[in-house]
């Protein structure tokens, strides 16, 4: 809390609050007894008394956006940042190999030598400089626990529809995920190197669902693909940036980095790792940060080739050692000014989600007694 009132402090430091208000009558504070006294006075009062007034954080991490959110920006600093993509679709439609042909076109080519990890996320770069993020934690789990926990990381949605198999339950439920989240869809067609392919088949059931084909004259954009054979790749790919230019997707790399957890684990060796997507600002080797209740300093960062980073800037995934705790995929993450902020706010969010915890232990309980009745 930031202020008290001179009840509660009177309270505290074992006065009476006639004494408080005389006091700060003798300061030149006309105050009563309900009166909210504001940190500096407090500290005034208390060195008064010779208490030293210990510092009580206790600050969310969706306050300190906030504060960051209202952090003077400049509107020239704000630029363009890359797109961050994930792929949905059913069972066996194609994901994998859509991910991986992307991935083996792109960013070994560009980084020869580099040794491809799995890191949960990665980025490709096109001809003309142009850089894509892809999520590729598998299936929706990514999508749906990040949604669940709060956190929007995706810009833009690739279905894929097998050509040979058309619309499935999955396919509507990823479409309805994207509706929900308000992320833009672009349908990949894939396989359409099967003689069963069957495209039309796909935009017709598709349309039922609410996406329908620009040919169509709706504003969905179908791209035929074969995952499998690498076809349709590059024109799939042109499609997401002319669809992440049209929602001018911007980001201020001077500010301090914040974004989310993509996923994280406990490594024999080398502790807490976990793979950090950056969403605004600018992630650097040796910064204090807080991610979800867990919190450190930047260790090492790599990226999805392994190699070693000292600053990742806004879509970049990055890999990172350095934190106390494993967090969880979902949690978001947020950059101190120091170290010993870091920790108060990390210690802080901590016992408050042991709290929590408790309570929900509680509850369950609770209901697991009435269930017995
Ligand atoms: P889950 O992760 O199980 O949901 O499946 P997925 O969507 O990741 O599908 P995956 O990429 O594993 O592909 C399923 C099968 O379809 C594999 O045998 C792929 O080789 C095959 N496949 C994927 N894309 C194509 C394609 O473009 N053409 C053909 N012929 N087969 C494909
Ligand atoms: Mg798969």
Redesign the pocket.
């Given at each position: 809390t930031e202020s008290l009132s001179v009840q509660e402090l009177s309270k505290k430091l074992g006065r009476e609050p006639a004494e408080l208000i005389k006091k700060l009558f003798m300061l030149g504070i006309m105050a009563n007894i309900n009166q909210q006294l504001d940190k500096d006075t407090i500290e005034l009062i208390c060195a008064d008394y010779g208490v030293e007034v210990e510092e009580e954080i206790k600050v969310d991490i969706t306050d300190l956006e906030v504060h960051f959110e209202n952090e003077e920006e400049n509107e020239a600093d704000l630029k363009e940042r890359p797109p961050v993509v994930t792929i949905m679709?059913?069972?066996?439609?194609?994901?994998?190999?859509?991910l991986?042909s992307i991935r083996n076109s792109k960013v070994t080519s560009g980084e020869a030598g580099g040794i491809t990890q799995h890191i949960g996320a990665y980025q490709v770069t096109d001809e003309n400089g142009k850089k894509i993020t892809f999520l590729d934690t598998?299936?929706h789990a990514a999508f749906t626990t990040m949604r669940a926990r709060g956190a929007k990381v995706t810009d833009l949605t690739i279905l894929?529809v097998?050509a040979d198999d058309g619309v499935m339950p999955q396919t509507v439920e990823a479409i309805n995920h994207a509706k929900a989240a308000e992320v833009p869809i672009i349908v990949a067609v894939?396989?359409?190197?099967?003689p069963s392919s069957n495209p039309d088949r796909v935009m017709q059931e598709l349309t039922e669902h609410g996406l329908v084909p620009e040919d169509w004259g709706g504003d969905t954009i179908f791209v035929p693909?074969?995952?499998?054979?690498g076809e349709g790749i590059d024109t799939l790919l042109e499609m997401v940036l002319l669809v992440s230019e049209v929602a001018e997707l911007k980001a201020n790399a001077k500010r301090k980095a914040i974004g989310t957890v993509i996923e994280a684990q406990l490594d024999k060796g080398r502790g807490s790792v976990a793979t950090l997507l950056v969403q605004d600002g600018t992630l650097r080797v040796g910064d204090p940060i807080v991610v979800g209740h867990a919190y450190g300093r930047v260790r090492a960062m790599v990226n999805e080739l392994g190699r070693r980073l000292k600053e990742a800037g806004p879509s970049t995934p990055v890999e990172i050692t350095g934190l106390n705790e494993v967090p969880q995929a979902g949690d978001r993450f947020v950059v101190f000014e120091d170290e010993k902020t870091a920790r108060q706010v990390g210690e802080s969010r901590a016992s408050t989600a042991i709290q929590e915890q408790r309570s929900e232990k509680t509850r369950v309980t609770l209901d697991n007694l009435f269930d017995q009745m």
């Open positions: 679709g059913h069972v066996d439609h194609g994901k994998t190999t859509l991986d598998p299936g894929v097998a894939n396989k359409m190197d099967k693909i074969s995952a499998l054979k």
